[in-house]
């Protein structure tokens, strides 16, 4: 089984920039796609929607911002819409396609980014909200790939410019140990660390250079069970598509009618 996560920075931009040309050539079961910045209904295209995929979207109440979507080859049972965050689910920022034996979800958190202090508030109350939805759904019988932008990098090794952004939302010492408890506490997995524990490994370059300043906020999370899954992972860096590049996994696992 093989998923593609990416964040677009703009669904339209990225297919200028050959997004949906390269990651249709991957032989993806599922491509999951964040900050789309444009609503389905604006997506006239026939390339937003290619044959031999289940498209599903949700959007945020804000056309200009957010918004995620998965694709699939095999049929979801169903598909779940938000976490049931009231603050949040308007925003676009979580769709999650359920199977008889597992559970893909499309993550775009809150970013913190901002100047604006109230930004992080909002930020740190989502995974406060979060860690309480993962903790509970680690004991239903089935297995979870979260992917997508989490919006922080877990370790050192996981940014290129520690000093510099020490104090910047997204490598906050709070930011670092919620993940450090997610992997240790909660039982989640790294998929990537899994297979390559490099520190030259990022997935976004907020300055657009991708000489400096990198970072890897964006993860393929999975339940424990797949841990012995997982068989390889890529970040894709050749092509250009967004300030973030796709990250690709695959799990030697079968997804059940």
């Known amino acids: 089984m093989r ?19 390269w990651v249709l050539d991957q032989d993806a079961d599922f491509i999951c796609v964040q900050n789309l910045k444009a609503q389905e209904y604006e997506l006239k295209e026939d390339v937003f929607f290619p044959q031999g995929y289940n498209a599903y979207f949700f959007d945020a109440a804000d056309k200009n911002t957010n918004g995620v979507a998965i694709y699939c ?7 779940m819409t938000g976490l049931g965050f009231v603050d949040f689910d308007m925003e676009g920022r979580y769709i999650q396609a359920d199977f008889q034996n597992v559970s893909i979800g499309c993550l775009l958190a809150p970013s913190g980014y901002q100047a604006d202090s109230n930004e992080q508030s909002r930020k740190d109350d989502f995974f406060e909200l979060f860690q309480n939805h993962l ?10 790939i979260i992917c997508g932008n989490w919006n922080i990098a877990h370790n050192s090794n996981d940014i290129q410019d520690q000093e510099k952004n020490e104090k910047n939302s997204g490598f906050l010492l709070q930011e670092q140990q919620w993940m450090s408890q ?25 300055d657009g ?10 993860y393929q999370v999975i339940s424990s069970g797949l841990k012995s899954a997982v ?19 695959d799990y030697d696992y079968e997804i059940s009618p």
């Open 3 to 21: 998923i593609i996560s990416f964040c677009a920075d703009g669904i339209r931009e990225a297919e200028k920039q050959g997004f949906y040309d």
């Open 73 to 79: 080859r095999e049929m979801p049972k169903a598909i």
């Open 135 to 144: 903790s509970k759904v680690r004991n239903k019988r089935r297995e979870f």
């Open 182 to 206: 997610l992997f240790r506490d909660l039982g989640y997995v790294d998929s990537f660390r899994e297979i390559n524990q490099d520190d030259d490994e990022f997935t976004w370059w907020p």
């Open 209 to 218: 250079d991708r000489g400096e300043n990198g970072w890897r906020v964006d």
């Open 231 to 249: 068989e390889y992972g890529a970040i894709y860096k050749n092509q250009v598509f967004s300030s973030h590049a796709p990250l690709m996994m």
